[in-house]
């Protein structure tokens, strides 16, 4: 499987996306908090989905699209 295609469904926290080192969580994308939060605004990054009043989530098929992108611009 390859390292992208972690999940093809469900929800991924910003924890998993962003990483967390103190809890030895890889990131998928290197990127601050704050970055990420900006560049939801900008629309560089999808929107999360609220799962509860305090918590939100990402589409698993989302990130994994835009971490496809990324790498296409690579090329």
Not at 10 to 16: A, H, P, W
Not at 19 to 36: D, E, M, N, Q, Y
Not at 43 to 54: D, N
Not at 64 to 71: K, V
Request: aromatic share 10%; proline share 7%; hydrophobic share 30%.
């Amino acid at each position: 499987m390859n390292q992208n295609q972690f999940l093809s469904t469900g929800y991924l926290r910003l924890c998993q996306i962003i990483g967390h080192p103190k809890s030895g969580i890889p990131a998928l994308l290197p990127v601050s908090r704050s970055t990420w939060y900006k560049g939801i605004q900008t629309g560089r990054y999808p929107k999360p989905i609220k799962i509860s009043e305090r918590c939100s989530a990402w589409k698993a098929s989302d990130i994994n699209r835009l971490i496809n992108d990324f790498q296409e611009n690579e090329k």
